[in-house]
């Protein structure tokens, strides 16, 4: 399954660079994980662990529409993590680690609209970027093996993503940009966790993007 969704998402960046004036990119993103949580349950009180630092690496690629508006997908390695902290309410049970932490990274493809205005300086124009993130959980691990909250994560994730940055023209067809975004979580991740206490976690990044397209 894996091996067939990494086929697929090449065949997608691949169709896009063939046309003429799509620009094909690299994009670094150092990026802020953290998540919402929601628990219901008298028994326990849940908080989100700290916000952790991780670094997304991936291609990008830019379709014209029209001179202004540029149709942005590609195909990103992002890495994440979720951390609970349970604390015991009333006479319920806790589980045995009050503190749970997974590592989970996913394959992302970003479809969004890149919105460019004139340039402000010479060389430089500043755009701003809406749209959604579907993204293929490919890898998950548990810090310790004895956690017993959360059992299993869904497949897919997806997020609404929004941002603004600057482009610097460098040559003819090199172009060097920066910029940030929030992506923020529209589905539940866990797919599966104690009957007990039904358990909604959203994730949310804040990433600072850079990169550079030929």
Same mark, same amino acid.
């Given at each position: 399954?894996?091996?067939?969704?990494?086929?697929?998402?090449?065949?997608?960046?691949?169709?896009?660079?063939?046309?003429?004036?799509?620009?094909?990119?690299?994009?670094?993103?150092?990026?802020?994980?953290?998540?919402?949580?929601?628990?219901?349950?008298?028994?326990?009180?849940?908080?989100?662990?700290?916000?952790?630092?991780?670094?997304?690496?991936?291609?990008?690629?830019?379709?014209?529409?029209?001179?202004?508006?540029?149709?942005?997908?590609? %195909?990103?390695? &992002?890495?994440?993590?979720?951390?609970?902290? /349970? +604390?015991?309410?009333? =006479?319920?049970?806790? *589980?045995?680690? @009050?503190?749970?932490?997974?590592?989970?990274?996913?394959?992302?493809?970003?479809?969004?609209?890149?919105?460019?205005?004139?340039?402000?300086?010479?060389?430089?124009?500043?755009?701003?970027?809406?749209?959604?993130?579907?993204?293929?959980?490919?890898?998950?691990?548990?810090?310790?093996?004895?956690?017993?909250?959360?059992?299993?994560?869904?497949?897919?994730?997806?997020?609404?993503?929004?941002?603004?940055?600057?482009?610097?023209?460098?040559?003819?067809?090199? %172009?060097?940009? &920066?910029?940030?975004?929030?992506?923020?979580? /529209? +589905?539940?991740?866990? =797919?599966?966790?104690? *009957?007990?206490? @039904?358990?909604?976690?959203?994730?949310?990044?804040?990433?600072?993007?850079?990169?550079?397209?030929?």
């Amino acid at each position: 399954m894996r091996k067939l969704l990494l086929f697929l998402s090449f065949i997608l960046v691949g169709s896009l660079t063939c046309f003429s004036q799509t620009k094909l990119g690299l994009k670094f993103s150092p990026l802020f994980s953290t998540h919402k949580i929601s628990l219901k349950s008298d028994q326990l009180d849940i908080s989100s662990g700290k916000t952790s630092t991780r670094m997304s690496i991936g291609l990008i690629v830019d379709h014209p529409l029209t001179d202004t508006y540029f149709f942005n997908s590609g %195909l990103i390695y &992002l890495p994440k993590r979720v951390s609970i902290d /349970l +604390v015991k309410e009333g =006479s319920g049970s806790t *589980p045995k680690n @009050p503190f749970e932490s997974y590592d989970l990274n996913y394959l992302q493809i970003p479809l969004s609209l890149k919105l460019f205005t004139n340039e402000v300086s010479p060389d430089i124009s500043i755009f701003f970027q809406v749209g959604l993130t579907l993204e293929f959980k490919i890898f998950d691990q548990a810090l310790k093996e004895d956690y017993e909250f959360i059992s299993k994560f869904r497949f897919f994730d997806t997020a609404a993503i929004i941002g603004a940055g600057a482009e610097y023209r460098l040559g003819v067809n090199t %172009l060097f940009f &920066l910029g940030s975004s929030l992506q923020k979580g /529209l +589905v539940n991740v866990i =797919s599966q966790t104690s *009957p007990n206490y @039904p358990l909604f976690i959203r994730n949310q990044i804040v990433s600072i993007d850079i990169g550079m397209k030929f």
